[in-house]
């Protein structure tokens, strides 16, 4: 499942690809969207911005429309030179936007969209989400136009949360923190060492900013740099520390790391018993 980080990476090159260019065409070929009539109401209008929260991503165009995805499991943007050949099969486009140079595709859906700017706003679902947490710092904001990352309001989520819930399940809960899925809750435990089975209630404030300090600076260079997802650099091939390495031994003590599925979910969890008290 492609996390905040995925995300906002996709975000990025889509919004190299389309902001300040002439779009060409936009389709949409998925029998789902095939009656909406989308692409007429885009006609003509130009993509202002392409932006990201937590693992939702929003293009903005002209006129106050905005284009809301979201992946799920299997979903996907790809950016392609014109002629070059898709990575997916041309069936499974739900989304085409081309301009001069580039052709925009989003594969597989499944949530696409077409939504007035006031909704995005008043959306429920998108009000209710969490900090994000590739959002940039606080303290470099001058504007206040983009939401920053705020690490109080993280912690006042998280405490009005249910206490006796998992640290692994509630940092899945994108209205608690946006953009951290399974990938990610793994790592960042082992890398702040919190048993991910530990009660919210038994993990203070400064283990919660710990996980999270820990994560932010290793997904916003995912962001930046895209592709498979690595958090351990030794040994001369990169990887994870406990991510699907559920019977190996733990990089950092030799102790076999354990799975199990966490939460309502029962969303799979890895951590090293010794290194996670
Ligand atoms: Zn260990």
Same mark, same amino acid.
């Given at each position: 499942m492609?996390?905040?980080?995925?995300?906002?990476?996709?975000?990025?090159?889509?919004?190299?690809? *389309?902001?300040?260019?002439?779009?060409?065409?936009?389709?949409?070929?998925?029998?789902?969207?095939? *009656?909406?009539?989308?692409?007429?109401?885009?006609?003509?209008?130009?993509?202002?911005?392409?932006?990201?929260?937590?693992?939702?991503?929003?293009?903005?165009?002209?006129?106050?429309?905005?284009?809301?995805?979201?992946?799920?499991?299997?979903?996907k943007w790809g950016v392609y030179r014109r002629g070059?050949?898709?990575?997916?099969?041309?069936?499974?486009?739900? *989304?085409?936007?081309?301009?001069?140079?580039?052709?925009?595709?989003?594969?597989?859906?499944?949530?696409l969209e077409l939504m007035t700017e006031s909704r995005t706003r008043f959306d429920r679902r998108l009000a209710a989400l969490g900090p994000d947490i590739l959002a940039p710092d606080l303290r470099d904001d001058h504007s206040g136009a983009t939401p920053r990352w705020d690490e109080r309001a993280f912690i006042a989520r998280l405490r009005s949360d249910d206490a006796t819930r998992s640290i692994g399940d509630a940092l899945l809960d994108q209205r608690t923190l946006a953009g951290i899925g399974n990938i990610w809750k793994s790592e960042s435990c082992f890398i702040a060492g919190v048993d991910p089975w530990r009660r919210v209630g038994a993990v203070t404030d400064s283990e919660a900013l710990e996980i999270v300090r820990g994560a932010r600076p290793l997904m916003q260079e995912s962001a930046r740099?895209?592709?498979?997802?690595?958090?351990?650099?030794?040994?001369?091939?990169?990887?994870?520390?406990?991510?699907?390495?559920?019977? *190996?031994?733990?990089?950092?003590?030799?102790?076999?790391?354990?799975?199990?599925?966490?939460?309502?979910?029962?969303?799979?969890?890895?951590?090293?018993?010794?290194c996670q008290p």
């Open positions: 492609p996390e905040g980080d995925t995300i906002h990476h996709a975000a990025r090159r889509v919004g190299a690809a *389309l902001v300040g260019q002439a779009i060409e065409s936009i389709e949409m070929p998925h029998p789902r969207h095939r *009656l909406d009539r989308w692409p007429q109401r885009l006609a003509n209008r130009a993509v202002e911005s392409v932006d990201a929260h937590g693992k939702h991503l929003f293009l903005r165009f002209e006129g106050g429309l905005t284009l809301h995805s979201h992946l799920r499991m299997g979903g070059e050949r898709w990575r997916r099969a041309t069936h499974r486009a739900w *989304l085409v936007i081309r301009t001069a140079a580039h052709e925009v595709v989003q594969f597989d859906g499944p949530v740099r895209g592709g498979r997802i690595t958090t351990y650099a030794g040994g001369g091939h990169g990887g994870t520390w406990v991510y699907e390495r559920a019977g *190996l031994p733990c990089r950092r003590c030799q102790t076999l790391v354990c799975s199990r599925g966490q939460g309502d979910d029962n969303r799979i969890t890895f951590w090293c018993p010794t």
